[in-house]
């Protein structure tokens, strides 16, 4: 009898270590799902590393279409470009067809530093990749740069996370590497609203993909001011433009 009751514990024992090795093993699981992806300084991220699970089946081509305000950026052709802390930031974007047949997202892009406006013509050719575009700036009018300076640079534009409707945003991130480093990173936050909300809504969704690696370097995550900005076809917002740590 002892016998059995000893041969019972060890199996009851044997069966506990067995549960809390499973509920160990689903709990590393869950927290790796959980985590957001991990970046460094040396390779420029792969679109599906980048991306939200649900991008690659809800992004549609009309995602694009429409007008955007920017509400932050981490981008250096921005600031400190514009060292003066750039302001009234719009994209309207169309998407329209090159005469080879090639579809893409024209970005008429506006940028307000020290008062005056800067429009730029920014095109994405579209690939076979939902949210994942091939950029390029034919003549830049970016303040302080060469008309050329970028020609004949590509810029693989990502749309990391998105949210759809009236209320909806877009998260881009572009990145350049050169000698076998990360060059350059833009993360551009476009939304069709300018309010609060969404600004912290679309910074929690960026932190979520990783990419509070890239926005809290540098110069950090820079909020766009958007009041008083007669060009834009809403009113005035609350914002400051202050940086965000």
Partial sequence: QADQISCMMTCFQAR??????????????????????QFNDTKCPAYWELQAPHVANEMEITDYDGYFYEL?????TQFPLCPFNPR???SSKRVQTHSDGVRFVNDTWNLNCAGKAYPQELLFNLTSTPGYLRGYVPVTKIPFLPKEVVAKTVFPDTVVDLKKGPNGWLIELQCVEFNHRIAFVGINFYARTK???????????????GLGFFMDQGFGLKRVNHSHCPDEPQGSSDSDGSFVV
């Fill in 88 to 90: 009234c930031i719009t």
């Fill in 16 to 37: 506990q270590l067995g549960m809390l090795v499973k509920a160990l093993a689903l709990g590393c699981l869950t927290s790796a799902l959980d985590s957001p992806p």
């Fill in 72 to 76: 932050g950026f981490h981008d250096y």
């Fill in 195 to 209: 309010d609060d909300e969404t600004f912290h809504e679309m910074e929690a969704a960026a932190r979520a993909r």
